[in-house]
């Protein structure tokens, strides 16, 4: 293999290392669309490990090239070339080594992740607590005009979800089992709400309601007290 060919090597290496850039700010975007959901925490922890494993892939790349290239920039001949490639494997493991994992977290897509999240949830935060005191005034005209039943359970929704195509509501395990139920005997899945036209709820329908389920906590809370 010819100098050229390794650099050529490199280039190709350093398109990957882009690729895996845009792939980071790509998980840094579905983070701030997950802090609105109750599975926050646990999604935000699974993205920042992922995170954390590309940024430990984008410092290896730099550390290979910077290797590679020290190491090519001495005059290399073609018949060395055996020679370099172990000389590269030695400084790269030996640098490598030397790296804690603690830097990872300093790695600017890595603070840009941490960064963009606490200012999504302190935002949410903020427009929950309005939230919550305005539904907590109007406690007496929302639990009359919202109905918090799942059709399909008849019992208090825990998991609200809302139909896109005919905005009706059910708990989000019901109509799962029975949306299942029904393609398992090769049917499709009406709208369990009586009079509703939708004759096929599928999955891709349904929607997380997070309003829905702050007015039914809300309401909860309510009921407690009194």
């Known amino acids: 293999m010819s100098v050229s060919a390794v650099h050529g090597t490199l280039s190709s290496l350093k398109s990957c290392q882009a690729e895996l850039g845009t792939g ?22 699974e993205l920042e490990a992922m995170m954390l494993e590309c940024a430990r892939l984008d410092r290896e790349i730099n550390n290979f090239v910077d290797i590679v290239q020290q190491v090519t920039e001495v005059g290399a001949q073609p018949d060395a070339m055996f020679d370099l ?13 030397q790296l804690s994992d603690a830097d990872l977290h300093k790695h600017p897509k890595v603070i840009a992740f941490k960064e963009s999240i606490e200012s999504s949830v302190s935002q949410a935060n903020q427009e929950s607590a309005e939230n919550v005191e305005e539904l907590d005034e109007d ?13 399909l359970t008849q019992v208090e929704m825990e998991n609200p979800v809302k139909n896109k195509k005919c905005n ?12 299942k139920t029904r393609n398992s005997q090769k049917k ?15 999955p891709s329908d349904l929607i997380q309601d997070q309003l829905l389920w702050r007015r039914i906590q809300s309401y909860r809370r309510q009921s407690n007290k009194t």
């Open 24 to 45: 980071m700010d790509i998980v840094t975007d579905v983070a701030m669309d997950l802090v609105e959901t109750r599975e926050m925490n646990r999604a935000i922890k």
């Open 85 to 97: 490639s172990a000389k590269v494997k030695q400084q790269f493991s030996e640098r490598i080594a």
């Open 139 to 151: 406690i007496a005209v929302t639990q009359s005009q919202v109905n918090f039943t799942c059709p």
């Open 168 to 179: 009706h509501h059910y708990d989000k395990n019901a109509i799962l089992g029975l949306i």
């Open 188 to 202: 499709k899945c009406r709208c369990p709400v009586v009079g509703c036209a939708n004759t096929d709820v599928r």
